[in-house]
């Protein structure tokens, strides 16, 4: 093939010799440099999209306050500090950076006896993000080698409730109940190796 033949790429003006392939139609071609330049300004602006509609759909706290009164009866405290902390955790998750200064996630520990709400309320926030939800008891969490569900199990469930959505499964709630009780057996374990496979 001479060189007035060689096919060169519509876009970016190489020849068909310089790049590993060139795609071709009738009247254009595009080299596959090109062709992964355009997916990752795409896959930018599906970000950039996504960011924005969430950022559209994030309710203030006291819209979660007015939907957490729909579902759950008193809890008034409660409901309002859920409210904020929900609130600002996606807002750290749109905005990760900060004037240079990386934000982290935030962790929120319930405590309260026994059907007081706490899952209720954990559940009811999920709902009004719209985000999956997975719920995990701590005593059955046990380390890798041992026999239980080890911690991989609850982010299997969480990507599953995700319908297998890496990117749905990242802004995800995971809520591990009866983690007190984990507290109150190893107070009492003995030294040396962990038998029971409480280091979690």
């Not at 979660?64 to 309002?80: M, P, S, T, W």
């Not at 959505?165 to 995800?172: L, T």
């Amino acid at each position: 093939m001479s060189s007035k033949e060689e096919k060169t790429c519509s876009f970016c003006g190489r020849k068909q010799s310089e790049v590993k392939k060139m795609f071709s139609s009738e009247n254009t071609n595009i080299c596959n440099e090109c062709v992964t330049t355009c997916s990752s300004i795409l896959q930018k602006e599906v970000r950039f999209e996504q960011q924005e509609q969430m950022h559209q759909k994030l309710p203030k706290p006291e819209k979660i306050v007015e939907f957490l009164d729909k579902y759950i009866i008193g809890q008034v405290d409660a409901k309002k500090v859920l409210s904020v902390a929900l609130y600002n955790h996606y807002k750290r998750i749109e905005n990760p950076v900060y004037n240079n200064v990386e934000l982290e996630k935030s962790n929120i520990l319930l405590l309260g006896p026994t059907g007081s709400g706490k899952t209720l309320l954990a559940k009811s926030l999920a709902k009004i993000m719209n985000v999956p939800f997975a719920v995990a008891d701590a005593t059955a969490l046990t380390e890798a080698g041992y026999v239980g569900e080890d911690v991989e199990s609850i982010l299997s469930r969480l990507l599953a409730a995700a319908n297998y959505d890496i990117e749905v499964a990242q802004r995800g709630i995971i809520y591990i109940d009866e983690i007190d009780k984990i507290a109150r057996k190893s107070e009492s374990a003995t030294m040396g190796r962990d038998v029971s496979g409480e280091g979690v």
